[in-house]
């Protein structure tokens, strides 16, 4: 396999990712719902969902398609498709272990290709993006959403990068520029050229950032989820028990500095204007790319 070591992580990873996700819904959710409207769909076609994971957006794309259409996950973890497939019970999906960089997938060939933040992690991307070229028709639709910098991500940024501040030097796992991982493209230069090469037309990249506003009741929740995410597991896989101590305390300083206040709604006529309301906002930004095979 291409990318044994993605299977191993992902393996190792699938239910705190699952759990992971569940808590990052709104913040992942809305630019997954980009990337699918962005593409158009139509019922009666077949939809294939790369790094599909625990197959969350293979059912939304498979209720999209109903009752004709058909959605396809695939995932290099068999974890994650062991979850999708007790959890998933529709007519309308399917699920596969495969590695998208190489695999001649199953019902090929596609309308369209879909991706939510599943196609960061290629050892070879354009080899796996003109894989999954192959696997659509000619004229083929595709469309994925992958992050921009982790500096325009503070919900998932800032507890990480808090982290990294307590690492001996140089030891910190903080993502390398072009290196597999989460913000592997976060250059929108580099998609373009990396998806010219992979023989697709049609390249629109389109950056999104926004921030989430939270009621600052949820702080807890906050650094409860930052201590558990990815970033900061692994960069905390070999850490002391003091060094982990220092984490939270460094996570929930960085959290905390993002509690702002903002006006109050304007009152009524006759009425007094309320306090200053105080919230939790923290910036997200992704990619929304598309392009035709
Ligand atoms: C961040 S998760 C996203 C999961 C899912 N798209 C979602 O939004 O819930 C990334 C997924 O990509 C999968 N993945 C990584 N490399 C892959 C590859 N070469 N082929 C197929 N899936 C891959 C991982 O196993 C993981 O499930």
Redesign the pocket.
């Known amino acids: 396999m291409a990318?044994q070591d993605?299977a191993d992580y992902?393996n190792r990873r699938s239910i705190s990712?699952d759990e992971e996700?569940t808590k990052a819904e709104p913040v992942?959710g809305p630019f997954?719902q980009m990337a699918m409207e962005a593409l158009r769909l139509r019922v009666g076609e077949r939809v294939l969902d790369?790094?599909?994971?625990?197959g969350?957006?293979t059912r939304m794309l498979a209720d999209a398609l109903h009752p004709s259409g058909h959605a396809h996950g695939?995932?290099?973890?068999s974890a994650?498709i062991d979850i999708a497939r007790e959890r998933v019970f529709h007519g309308g999906a399917s699920f596969e272990v495969?590695?998208?960089?190489v695999a001649a997938v199953e019902g090929a060939p596609f309308d369209a290709a879909f991706?939510?933040?599943?196609v960061m992690?290629?050892s070879d991307p354009e080899a796996?993006f003109a894989n999954i070229r192959r696997s659509l028709l000619p004229g083929g639709r595709l469309g994925f959403a992958c992050w921009q910098d982790l500096s325009l991500n503070d919900w998932i940024g800032l507890p990480a990068t808090a982290v990294y501040g307590l690492l001996p030097e140089g030891t910190a796992p903080a993502p390398v520029a072009g290196e597999p991982g989460?913000f592997s493209m976060a250059d929108a230069e580099g998609i373009y050229e990396m998806l010219q090469g992979a023989g697709y037309s049609l390249v629109r990249v389109e950056p999104i950032e926004h921030s989430v506003e939270l009621p600052v009741e949820l702080v807890d929740a906050v650094v409860e989820f930052g201590c558990g995410s990815g970033l900061v597991r692994d960069a905390l896989r070999d850490a002391s028990p003091d060094v982990v101590e220092r984490a939270v305390g460094a996570i929930r300083e960085a959290i905390e500095d993002c509690v702002v206040e903002i006006e109050p709604e304007p009152a009524a006529e006759g009425e007094e204007p309320g306090p200053p309301a105080r919230v939790l906002r923290l910036s997200a930004a992704a990619h929304i790319v598309t392009a035709r095979a």
């Open positions: 990318n993605q992902w990712w996700a992942i997954g790369i790094g599909c994971g625990t969350v957006t695939v995932d290099i973890s994650m495969a590695d998208a960089q991706s939510r933040f599943g992690f290629f796996a989460p």
